[in-house]
């Protein structure tokens, strides 16, 4: 029997509420945001409720160049 989860929720409870954005903040995130290239990654780590660790994952092609717009066809 499998159990589905409420909106907000996760396996082992209700959701920390959602942490508030400093400007300061925000322009660490867009910043992180513009370095990524077409096909990173941006994950905010969140712990107690507040956003502890920002994470940021590159990629690149490593055969021809491919454009972002072309992966998204």
């Known amino acids: 029997m499998t159990q589905s989860a409420e909106p907000g929720s ?3 409870g209700p959701a ?5 954005l400093t400007p300061e903040l925000m322009r660490r995130l867009e910043h992180a ?8 990654e941006v994950r905010l780590i969140i712990l107690k ?7 940021i994952l590159r990629s ?8 972002a ?3 998204l066809e």
Do not use: N, Y
């Not at 920390?16 to 508030?20: E, K, L, Y």
């Not at 945001?33 to 990173?40: M, Q, Y």
């Not at 409720?49 to 994470?55: A, P, S, T």
């Open 60 to 67: 690149e092609s490593v055969g021809r160049r491919v454009e």
């Open 49 to 55: 409720g507040r956003v502890r660790f920002i994470e």
């Open 33 to 40: 945001v513009c370095s990524v290239g077409a096909f990173g």
């Open 16 to 20: 920390d509420p959602a942490p508030s």
């Open 10 to 12: 996760t396996p082992t």
């Open 69 to 71: 717009r072309e992966f």
